[in-house]
């Protein structure tokens, strides 16, 4: 009798902990650091593996996807954590209010970059092409924190806690910019190309009314 009631209650442990990986105050986990469950990547899949805890991207052109239970991976307003580590002359980014694509650059969606010192002028903060940061403000070869935080037409982007960019999306949008809107959606992360490796890990999410 013990025995069974032993075995009820480590699986009621297990399904209480895995059931969406709930975070405190909140906040939930997208990435479990062992494994990918919960994401979908196309064309190009062995840009991402997975080294010491953390999602390393490194390869091809190719976009991983967050495909888990949390919101059902359709997200509006929220605010977007990860801990996020370039090495020299890298790019990479996080998209967000996007859908999984199987190949080339995501159409819907925002991009949120992340680059230290790669060629591309349009540095770690950047509202790519929309609002974009000119500044290095951290180094390779460091963990640093990028925070998304999306409201209504608002959107926030913090770098360690320093707000880099606020930016509202004017009600009527330039043909030009397609599916690059505010509307909602799910996360990615990019795989740039074969010279730039990228981490990510702690990856979190906190889904706002």
């Known amino acids: 009798m013990k025995k069974n009631l032993y075995l009820l209650s480590l699986l009621l442990l297990l399904s209480t902990v895995s059931f969406a990986q709930k975070a405190n105050k909140g906040w939930y986990s997208l990435f479990d650091g062992k494994s990918f469950d919960g994401w979908k990547v196309g064309d190009n899949a062995s840009t991402f593996t997975i080294e010491n805890g953390s999602i390393a ?28 580590m370039t090495t020299p002359g890298s790019n990479s980014g996080i998209y967000f209010h996007t859908e999984f694509q199987q190949g080339g650059w995501p159409a819907k969606g ?11 002028w349009r540095r770690t903060g950047s509202l790519y092409g929309i609002q974009d940061v ?3 403000l951290v180094k390779d070869n460091v963990w640093y924190t990028e925070h998304i935080i999306v409201k209504d037409k608002h959107v926030t982007i913090k770098i360690n806690d320093k707000t880099v960019v606020e930016y509202d999306e004017p009600a009527e949008l330039p043909k030009e910019r397609g599916g690059r809107k505010i509307s909602s959606g799910t996360f990615a992360l990019q795989g740039h190309d074969p010279k730039s490796k990228v981490y990510f890990k702690d990856i979190m999410v906190k889904p706002l009314p």
């Open 110 to 120: 925002y991009e949120v970059q992340v680059n230290n010192s790669h060629t591309d």
């Open 57 to 84: 991207v490194n390869g091809p052109v190719a976009h991983i996807f967050y495909e888990g239970p949390v919101k059902n991976h359709d997200f509006k307003n929220f605010e977007f954590k990860a801990q996020v």
């Open 134 to 136: 000119k500044d290095t």
